[in-house]
């Protein structure tokens, strides 16, 4: 009997509709939408201006479900990747599921910042191909607006918010599904990466919002080195485990933090530019959502097609990363 494989069934998105373009952000810090666009790739991103994560997620969670044609109380589990949770708790899984009525859903949330959602997508399948669930959604959001520092120039630039689900479910024969993965972290990145106030470490206090610490730090230079090269070693090696070339690859779909990441690893495998989602120059970077808000534009514009393949890839704080490998078994859009 072959394996029983998860695969996405369905995909779905929310963006918000404020745009908080390069041009503002000169009125904002001292920065010029040449500096941004040359270093980053990105023109403009999204700002949720009312509500918090699970609204995103909720909206996303919604589209993926009318794509699908089904409605909520066939989902079994809900796994929201996230670094913007509504609070600490309850979930915002929990918050989610109240939203969509998933009356039978239980839920929980994943932290793995930008590698979120390739994390979640490989939990949520292990549910699938143990064959104790049947529908499992993955949600990655973030409204990175809520823990970026508008007056620090390094990183307000970098990122938005958006939101976007993903739906698995079973499949049973050799048609394709979720191939291989591979998932890495190491904790020495965190003080690259790192929001520190407000945890156990360093509860709020009027000393912890004087030195910004509920803010996002990055040390963008000391991250990109890591991320260029975590990202295109993962990426590399799935396609070569699998015994597969650039060629073989129909897509790359990488995190999108920045344009030259994104570059570095699709030269790294041998993939032209035509073959690799990149939407960062409209969204930046939204952590958790970028990899299923690509699947998501790329399905709604009929351009992701049923039998092609996939690598999708992405570095994030911890450090995190990882690729996965999956061949589109979805119906293609109508
Ligand atoms: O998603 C999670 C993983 N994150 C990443 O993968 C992000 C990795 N890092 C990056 O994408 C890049 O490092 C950045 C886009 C954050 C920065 O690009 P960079 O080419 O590494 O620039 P830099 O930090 O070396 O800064 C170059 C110069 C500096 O000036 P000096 O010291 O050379 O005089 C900065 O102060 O650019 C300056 N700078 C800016 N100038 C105009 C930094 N931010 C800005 C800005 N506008 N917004």
Redesign the pocket.
């Known amino acids: 009997m072959p394996k029983r494989r998860a695969t996405i069934t369905a995909v779905g998105h929310y963006v918000p509709e404020k745009i908080l373009s390069n041009r503002d952000l000169e009125t904002m810090?001292?920065?010029?939408d040449e500096?941004?666009r040359t270093?980053?790739g990105i023109e403009e991103r999204r700002i949720l201006e009312q509500g918090a994560s699970s609204d995103m997620g909720a909206m996303a969670l919604k589209n993926m479900l009318q794509n699908r044609g089904i409605t909520a109380d066939a989902i079994d589990l809900i796994i929201v990747a996230t670094v913007t949770p509504d609070m600490f708790f309850p979930s915002t899984a929990c918050l989610v599921q109240e939203k969509v009525h998933a009356k039978n859903a239980w839920g929980f949330d994943l932290s793995a910042?930008?590698s979120g959602f390739l994390f979640a997508l490989m939990t949520g399948a292990q549910f699938i191909e143990t064959g104790a669930h049947k529908r499992v959604v993955v949600v990655g959001t973030d409204k990175m607006s809520a823990i970026t520092d508008y007056t620090d120039?390094?990183n307000c630039?970098?990122f938005g918010d958006a939101a976007a689900a993903v739906l698995l479910e079973p499949v049973e024969d050799d048609s394709g599904g979720i191939l291989d993965h591979i998932l890495r972290c190491d904790g020495a990145g965190e003080r690259y990466?790192h929001m520190r106030g407000g945890g156990s470490l360093h509860p709020p206090t009027h000393e912890t919002v004087d030195k910004r610490m509920h803010y996002l730090y990055?040390d963008?230079?000391a991250?990109?080195k890591v991320?260029v090269v975590g990202m295109a070693d993962v990426s590399a090696e799935i396609v070569q485990r699998n015994s597969l070339t650039g060629k073989d690859i129909d897509w790359l779909v990488p995190?999108q933090?920045?344009l030259r990441?994104i570059d570095a690893t699709a030269e790294r495998m041998g993939i032209e530019k035509s073959k690799v989602m990149i939407n960062i120059n409209r969204y930046g970077?939204t952590?958790a959502a970028t990899i299923p808000l690509c699947l998501s534009e790329w399905w709604h514009a009929g351009k992701l097609r049923k039998g092609q393949t996939l690598v999708l890839a992405a570095?994030?704080?911890g450090y995190t990363w990882g690729s996965v490998l999956l061949r589109w078994t979805a119906e293609n859009a109508a």
Not at 29 to 32: D, I, L, P, S
């Open positions: 810090v001292n920065t010029t500096w941004i270093r980053t910042a930008c120039r390094n630039i970098l990466l990055q963008g230079k991250v990109f991320a995190h933090a920045n990441i970077n952590t570095f994030g704080a």
